[in-house]
């Protein structure tokens, strides 16, 4: 430290300042699961069915048609024919079957953003006083105090 009375020569003092340092660290968030469910759901689907109804058709027979007989042969007076049939109806059938009707895929992406942070930093300043007293040039003046500029460091 140079004297303060040296002709042309100053004091220095070195101040320091805190400058904060932000950067980021990955941290977990959240766990997500994914599951598939069943979901049961009643479907209502109209079908076309046909079924077999018996059905007659009555033709006149005349006399002289070889059909017409003399009614001595099956079906005569007092006999009754055994006609038996069996009829046939179509009845909707449901079947299930698993079949895959959709894709789903899951992916992970980074989304940009932003975040605001505030920090306290401290600073070193200075303050030179001078003494009227011990200097015989300036006489009996008052005291001059000086400090310096309030500047903050960039964070």
């Known amino acids: 430290?140079?004297?303060?009375?040296?002709?042309?020569?100053?004091v220095?003092?070195?101040l320091s300042a805190e400058r904060a340092d932000v950067g980021v660290r990955r941290a977990p968030r959240e766990r997500v699961r994914v599951r598939r469910e069943v979901v049961t759901e009643e479907v209502t689907v109209v079908v076309a069915v046909r079924r077999e109804v018996l059905r007659t058709v009555r033709e006149p027979l005349t006399p002289g048609s070889a059909d017409a007989g003399s009614g001595d042969g099956p079906g005569a007076a007092g006999e009754a024919l055994p006609l038996e049939l069996v009829l046939s109806e179509?009845?909707?059938?449901?079947?299930?079957?698993?079949?895959?009707?959709?894709r789903v895929r899951?992916?992970?992406?980074?989304?940009?953003?932003?975040a605001a942070?505030?920090?306290?930093?401290?600073?070193?300043?200075?303050?030179?006083?001078?003494?009227?007293?011990?200097?015989?040039?300036t006489g009996p003046a008052t005291g001059?105090?000086?400090a310096t500029s309030d500047l903050r460091s960039p964070l």
């Open 144 to 146: 001059v105090t000086a």
């Open 90 to 102: 179509e009845r909707p059938v449901v079947g299930l079957e698993v079949v895959p009707y959709e």
């Open 117 to 137: 942070v505030t920090t306290t930093a401290r600073r070193e300043t200075a303050e030179v006083t001078t003494d009227p007293a011990a200097d015989p040039a």
């Open 106 to 114: 899951v992916d992970v992406r980074s989304v940009p953003g932003t």
């Open 1 to 10: 430290m140079t004297p303060p009375d040296a002709p042309g020569r100053g």
């Open 12 to 14: 220095d003092v070195v």
